[in-house]
């Protein structure tokens, strides 16, 4: 089924370690962008991308990498895990988000992977 | 700048009874706006989204919300709640001119619906 696909569901790392989330879509969606959900926070976003080859940050970057070398993947590197990085993360895309209502057409969201940091 | 405010973190109704959820934002444009539900241990989903052709918007499942421009509110209904209505839901407001690809999450609210 078309949609976007995240991986690992799960992960346990320990303080200082490092990896990468996983996010493809199928959908050949231009933006994609990276939520972390905390308890009474909703989601705040880390990265986005608007095209291959081109990111930005997001609200709340440190600690967090990204690259878009192609259309499809959207990987997400922590680079030196921390316990404040424990969270569920959430992976999303659009085929854009527009200039105004009209052509902003929301997000298809990933399952999310649920990390935790010991 | 944008924000959103979602004004009930929990709300708690009857099976059958009506559904609202309530909404305002703050958009210093043409505001984008979206509902998004959450059951447990899954993803988003998308309900609606306003598009300014219509105030009303239509979604899915039977979801209904309203576009008050002079209220800066967009408040989620429904005539009738059901057990399967039972998530989190989340406000969403997207204004183009703070860079079209940062949208603003509520905090979200959590209906319960009672048998």
């Known amino acids: 089924n078309a949609g976007v696909t995240q991986t690992p569901k799960f992960q346990v790392l320990k303080t200082g370690q490092s990896m990468t989330l996983q996010c493809a879509q199928d959908m050949n969606h231009e933006y994609m962008s990276w939520y972390r959900q905390d308890p009474g926070m909703g989601l705040r976003l880390i990265h986005y991308?608007?095209?291959?080859?081109?990111?930005d940050q997001g609200e709340v970057p440190n600690g967090y990498n990204v690259s878009r070398s192609t259309t499809e993947d959207f990987p997400l590197r922590l680079l030196s895990a921390a316990p404040s990085q424990t969270s569920v993360y959430f992976c999303a895309s659009s085929p854009s988000v527009g200039q105004g209502p009209e052509t902003n057409y929301g997000y298809t969201f990933g399952s999310g992977t649920r990390l935790t940091v010991v | 700048a944008q924000s959103v405010t979602q004004l009930d973190s929990h709300v708690s109704v009857s099976e059958g009874t009506p559904v609202l959820l309530r909404c305002n934002y703050s958009?210093?444009?043409?505001?984008?706006l979206f509902w998004y539900v959450q059951h447990p241990n899954k993803g988003l989903q998308l309900l609606l989204k306003?598009?300014?052709?219509?105030?009303l918007v239509k979604g899915i499942n039977g979801f209904e919300a309203e576009f008050k421009k002079s209220e800066t509110s967009f408040h989620l209904t429904k005539p009738s709640a059901h057990m399967s209505d039972a998530a989190e839901y989340f406000c969403?407001?997207?204004?183009?001119?703070?860079?079209?690809?940062?949208?603003?999450f509520g905090d979200g609210t959590t209906l319960t619906v009672k048998p």
């Open positions: 991308s608007v095209g291959a080859g081109i990111t």
């Open positions: 958009s210093s444009y043409s505001p984008s």
């Open positions: 306003y598009t300014s052709a219509a105030t």
């Open positions: 969403v407001v997207s204004d183009r001119h703070t860079n079209a690809g940062k949208s603003t």
